[in-house]
């Protein structure tokens, strides 16, 4: 079945250490998302790629970047991740062509874990 | 800026039961978008319905229907018959419409959340 799919699910890292979680679909979607949901929090959007444009939200910290190499796939590289980047992490996927009915949808989440 | 509110952060009704889901918005915008997304235990968040603001009527979707109030910029979600799949987190969202000059599709802004339990 055409999905979002995160990989790790599951991810420790300790304290400043960089890391990096990886988004790929196969729903051939132009639009690719990253938010961050805290513990019994909304998701909040750190940044989305229209295709190969990057568009970052003002508040996202700078420690958060992001790469897309191609249609398929979407990095978060956290460069030194604090306790408060302890989080899910989730990716989604949309088509941006007007007129048609407008989704996102999630893959299932990495839960980052900072030691 | 866009908000979304949703009071309600614990709701519990039996099964069968039909249950209503509170949000309320602020934007500047006359056109957008609105969803109700589920977010079950340990899942991915899916779509349940999705609302344009330029249509009248209310979005329905087999069980799932909304009472959307554009003036009072509310938008709750009502359950019918309620069922135990149905225990989930429940996150209203909005987002601002997409671009006829071919601007990119903002993120979705989401309230915090009604986390509803049905009780067998």
């Known amino acids: 079945d055409a999905m979002v799919i995160q990989n790790p699910r599951y991810q420790v890292t300790q304290f400043g250490k960089p890391v990096t979680l990886s988004c790929s679909q196969t729903l051939n979607h132009n639009v690719m998302y990253w938010y961050q949901q805290k513990s019994s929090q909304a998701p909040k959007l750190l940044f989305h790629?229209?295709?190969?444009?990057?568009?970052n939200e003002a508040d996202t910290p700078d420690n958060f970047q992001s790469r897309r190499p191609n249609t398929s796939f979407c990095f978060l590289d956290i460069r030194s991740p604090g306790l408060g980047d302890a989080a899910m992490y989730l990716c989604?996927?949309?088509?941006?062509?007007?007129?048609?009915?407008?989704?996102?949808?999630f893959g299932p989440g990495t839960r980052l874990t900072v030691t | 800026a866009q908000t979304v509110t949703q009071s309600q952060p614990e709701m519990s009704v039996q099964e069968a039961e039909t249950v209503t889901l509170s949000c309320t918005y602020d934007t500047s915008e006359s056109n957008y978008y609105l969803f109700w997304y589920k977010q079950p235990p340990s899942r991915q968040m899916i779509l349940v319905i999705r609302q344009e603001a330029y249509k009248q009527q209310n979005a329905t979707e087999n069980r799932f229907s909304v009472n959307f109030q554009k003036a009072a910029k509310s938008f709750s979600l009502k359950i019918s018959d309620s069922q135990l799949g149905d225990t989930a987190m429940y996150f209203c969202a909005f987002m601002k419409p997409l671009s006829y000059s071919g601007g990119g599709a903002d993120g979705l802004t989401f309230g915090k959340g009604t986390h509803l339990i049905i009780q067998p």
């Open positions: 790629y229209y295709d190969k444009d990057f568009n």
């Open positions: 989604a996927t949309s088509r941006d062509f007007v007129g048609l009915p407008y989704e996102q949808y």
